[in-house]
T-cell receptor, first 116, second 111 residues
Framework: GAVVSQHPSWVICKSGTSVKIECRSL??????MFWYRQFPKQSLMLMAT?????????EQGVEKDKFLINHASLTLSTLTVTSAHPEDSSFYIC????????????FGPGTRLTVL | DAKTTQPNSMESNEEEPVHLPCNHS???????IHWYRQLPSQGPEYVIH???SNVNNRMASLAIAEDRKSSTLILHRATLRDAAVYYC????????????FGKGTKLTVNP
């Protein structure tokens, strides 16, 4: 199956700093990628859709100025958590769909963000 | 998006078959049935998908009811590594690629 990577796998930062998380599709091109957030013992919540060559689309209630998304190429999307606070501590996961057919998606391994 | 209903949790013994049910009574004719699973502290992984016919792959089998209002993911011989949360999700071909995750079924495998 297709492979999606994320970097870093975990990060600890101080409150008020910004953190960048990268999502790469390693063996296929992805014009669209998705970013999810998952709090402990909860399901994945879609945050935004990252579109190559255009602005990201954010889900209701997600602050676009706080969670900056850049889809720089057909294989790379980045999520920057700006001015992070402890409540932003979560597990961030990206995914990329296979273009054709039933839209099967492949997920990255996730990034654990801890804001002190 | 059409909604799915799954039991919150299930238990199985190692090396026994596991049948994970999913109800999707509002499924439309072009909705695919996807199953993903999430192991602890990992991103979800694709398991299997189907449209109308039963499907088999190296990980599992998918049995789809004739009226398509329900489906069952079958793990033929559960191992400890199959302990995960299993999500049944419908995707509409030609529609949004977004996946809406419910709570899924947490599968516990006993040694």
């Amino acid at each position: 199956g297709a492979v999606v990577s994320q970097h870093p796998s975990w990060v600890i930062c101080k409150s008020g700093t910004s953190v960048k998380i990268e999502c790469r599709s390693l063996d296929f091109q992805a014009t669209t990628m998705f970013w999810y957030r998952q709090f402990p013992k909860q399901s994945l919540m879609l945050m935004a859709t990252s579109n190559e060559g255009s602005k990201a689309t954010y889900e209701q209630g997600v602050e676009k100025d706080k969670f900056l998304i850049n889809h720089a190429s057909l294989t790379l999307s980045t999520l920057t958590v700006t001015s992070a606070h402890p409540e932003d501590s979560s597990f961030y996961i990206c995914s990329a769909p296979v273009v054709a057919g039933p839209r099967t998606q492949y997920f990255g391994p996730g990034t654990r963000l801890t804001v002190l | 998006d059409a909604k799915t209903t799954q039991p919150n949790s299930m238990e199985s013994n190692e090396e026994e078959p596991v049948h994970l049910p999913c109800n999707h009574s509002t499924i439309s004719g072009t909705d695919y049935i996807h199953w993903y699973r999430q192991l602890p502290s990992q991103g979800p992984e694709y398991v299997i998908h189907g449209l109308t016919s039963n499907v088999n792959n190296r990980m599992a089998s998918l049995a789809i009811a004739e009226d398509r209002k329900s489906s069952t993911l079958i793990l033929h011989r559960a191992t400890l590594r199959d302990a995960a949360v299993y999500y049944c999700i419908l995707t509409f071909q030609g529609g949004s690629e977004k996946l809406v995750f419910g709570k899924g079924t947490k599968l516990t495998v006993n040694p």
